[in-house]
């Protein structure tokens, strides 16, 4: 879906600050991603049954059983100018654990990351420190839970200063400015990792759908 166009069933659209690096809206299916769908009846493909605009949207399935995590993960190169940001379209179910929202950016050392998870039990937004750490954000934001609802989650880091700079989450600012990332070893060759997933409490079947992956460059 082109910027600018209208956002039908969202209950709310990220601010766009900074330039377009890389963007997919599934339509094209699900080649751009590594793929892993977990536990018995866990799926992973792309569908038109629930959109924001008469698209496609990746389709999440956790099934039952180990692990309880499905995931997706486009691998690329760090956009070079400024803070860069990855914001994406989401919908959250009584039975996800947790939906999370993740950079990983690996310079053949070690991979710094940034990491976001949203709890819907708790109706909280949390980020992981540089000790590993979940620590809530204020205040607290029940999204409504349906596959037709999309909720939009997005996340502005500074490569550079090894920090996270703000988040969103629907029409909710939070200012995470000075706050240090976490990191590993990590000693691959030189890539940046978006990374999309759901936590399940294994015992259900759980849908989900993603929908406008969007990672920017120049944030301010």
Not at 23 to 47: C, H, K, Q, Y
Not at 56 to 65: D, M, N, Q, R, S
Not at 118 to 128: E, G, I, R, S
Request: proline share 4%; hydrophobic share 40%; net charge negative.
């Amino acid at each position: 879906m082109p910027h600018g166009a209208p956002d039908f069933g969202i209950r709310g659209t990220a601010e766009l600050r900074g330039e377009t690096a890389w963007m997919d809206d599934f339509s094209t299916g699900m080649s751009a991603w590594n793929r892993t769908a977990g536990g018995v009846g866990g799926l992973i493909e792309a569908s038109p049954t629930h959109t924001l605009s008469k698209g496609y949207a990746a389709h999440i399935v956790v099934g039952t059983g180990l692990p309880g995590y499905s995931h997706i993960e486009h691998y690329m190169q760090r956009p070079k100018l400024g803070l860069y940001g990855v914001e994406a379209s989401f919908t959250i179910h009584a039975n996800h654990d947790y939906f999370m929202l993740c950079f990983y950016h690996s310079d053949g050392v070690r991979r710094q990351e940034w990491m976001l998870d949203y709890f819907p039990a708790l109706a909280q937004l949390f980020y992981v420190d540089h000790l590993g750490v979940r620590v809530e954000l204020l205040p607290v934001f029940d999204l409504y839970q349906d596959w037709d609802t999309f909720h939009t989650l997005k996340l502005v880091v500074d490569p550079d200063k090894l920090e996270y700079c703000w988040c969103t989450l629907d029409d909710v600012v939070y200012d995470l400015s000075g706050i240090a990332n976490g990191s590993t070893a990590d000693a691959s060759t030189p890539h940046m990792t978006v990374h999309i997933g759901y936590v399940t409490d294994q015992a259900n079947v759980v849908h989900a759908y993603v929908e406008d992956v969007i990672v920017t460059q120049k944030e301010l």
